[in-house]
């Protein structure tokens, strides 16, 4: 799925303030730039895509600034301009700039768990009081695990519950009740003027449903309320000594899928088509009257419960799969290096 660009000019409790969101790509594409002009501060807030906008507006609504009266010597701030901040931000958007988006990782530096395996997680969510709280900030009595329990493979949609079920996937099921098959177009991109879009080759391939399973126990001795999961699915590759992301639509963060070159046309490619739905929406379950999409679950002291989760996926990426337990990000942010990547390739 992907999103629109979205600015709003509002008001964050006692300050003004604009809040963006990016289009997908990184782990962050929320932010929020905060005026404080009593003390001549804008303060920029990053959000990862993990967390609902009406949480990012509360969580704004409430930040407070208080002077220290201490000045810092100038050789210990590393200086930069709003211009500056906006064109690096422009330089990554136009794919200009190469280090901003992580899409490989030293073998050696991740943690590949098994099925079954549990897994410490770092989650935010609410306290007993009703105050945001990120276990990963200071102890709060919240100790989370999660393990994923089973993962199935179907072709057709019977595993789901029928209310659940993203209306674009109900349309791409046959009469036999069987997925339907998925073409897809590998495009090399003309650049709009002397070239134009060229397709390389076309070929079918069988969808399948993945369907995971997830068990989620609060350890510890204080209960978490409102706290988001998000399961996400992943393509790598992995080559020499490191795990690569890859994607249908490439472009110029992330490698598409099959290393972009064609062995029996010799040619190369820079996306992939899809006529299809895989790779296009999720399916989940629990679901709660809270946040975008309601994937959030509660969680007294000692307590578990079962989260339920699909995605619908080409047949030869099957044994390519792995799952993201920290949240929507398709790099190697740092949270997910340090809670590690579930194998469920099939």
Known sequence: MSLKRLKEKTDFGDHEGIYLRMKRGTSYSQKIYLLYPELYRILQIYISEDVSKEEVYKVASNIKLIGTEEIMDPDDVKWTSWSADVQEESRWKSGASGGDVRTFVLRKDLKIHKIGEQISLEVSGTDSNGNAIWTAEKETGIDITASVESVEVADDLSLLEEEYIYEGWKKA??????????????????????????????????????????????????????????????????????????????????????????????????????????????????????????????????????????????????????????????????????????????
């Open 173 to 346: 099921v046959g009469p036999d009740g069987k997925l339907l098959k998925n073409q897809l177009s590998y495009i090399k991109c003309g650049d709009g003027i002397d070239t134009l879009d060229e397709v390389i080759k076309t070929e079918e391939t069988e969808q399948k449903l993945v369907f995971i399973t997830t068990v989620y126990t609060n350890q510890g001795d204080q209960e978490i309320n409102n706290m988001l999961y998000k399961g996400n699915l992943m393509l790598l590759r992995e080559a020499d000594d490191e795990y690569q992301v890859y994607t249908y639509e490439g472009g110029s963060h992330f490698p598409v899928v099959g290393s972009g070159y064609d062995e029996a046309s010799g040619k190369t490619y820079d996306r992939i088509e899809q006529s299809g739905v895989a790779w296009t929406w999720g399916y989940w379950t629990p679901r709660a009257d809270y946040g975008n999409g309601g994937n959030y679950i509660s969680l007294k002291a000692g307590e578990s419960i079962r989260t339920k989760e699909a995605w619908i996926v080409n047949e030869q990426d099957l044994e390519h799969l792995y799952l993201n337990l920290t949240g929507e990000s398709m790099e190697f942010n740092e949270d997910m290096i340090r809670t590690g990547l579930v194998d469920v390739r099939q």
